[in-house]
């Protein structure tokens, strides 16, 4: 072990800066929400804002639904697909700032949703 020198970075240190840009922000929180909602990223929109020194992210999306003639047919279906729309956004919240926090060592202060459509899907995806 070497003695610590003031003034003089630690053994091994490499001076630099490391940055992450807006766009690998924006494509991993897309890959992420895409990867909790069962969308693809494509159909994400990513943005970010400041929100007292921490990152607020905002994702706008589709979310995949039943056929509705199947609703009708079999009520119970929609719980196979997470629950009502408002529940499913909701319970995503806190895996994706979990998880964006984790890819990419930024801090969230929150992850707004904003559902722009629905697809309609057969399959079903449970959060």
């Known amino acids: 072990m070497q003695p610590k020198v ?3 970075p630690p053994a091994g240190f490499v001076a630099g800066h490391n940055r992450i840009t807006t766009e690998a ?13 069962g969308v ?3 159909q ?12 607020a992210l ?14 009708v ?7 196979t697909f997470g629950g009502p729309l408002w529940a499913r956004a909701d ?13 990419t060592g930024t801090r969230l202060s929150r992850v707004d949703l904003r559902i722009i459509g ?8 449970v959060l």
């Open 73 to 79: 047919r079999e009520p119970d279906v929609v719980g």
């Open 44 to 55: 994400v929109r990513a943005s970010f804002s400041d929100d007292r020194g921490l990152l």
């Open 40 to 42: 693809p990223p494509a």
């Open 91 to 103: 319970a995503a919240r806190s895996p994706i700032l979990e998880r964006v926090q984790e890819l």
């Open 25 to 37: 922000l924006t494509s991993t929180a897309r890959a992420v929400a895409g990867e909790v909602f």
């Open 58 to 71: 905002l994702l706008a999306l589709p979310l995949p639904v039943p056929p509705l003639t199947r609703v």
């Open 6 to 8: 003031p003034g003089r």
């Open 118 to 125: 629905s697809t309609v899907t057969r399959g079903a995806r």
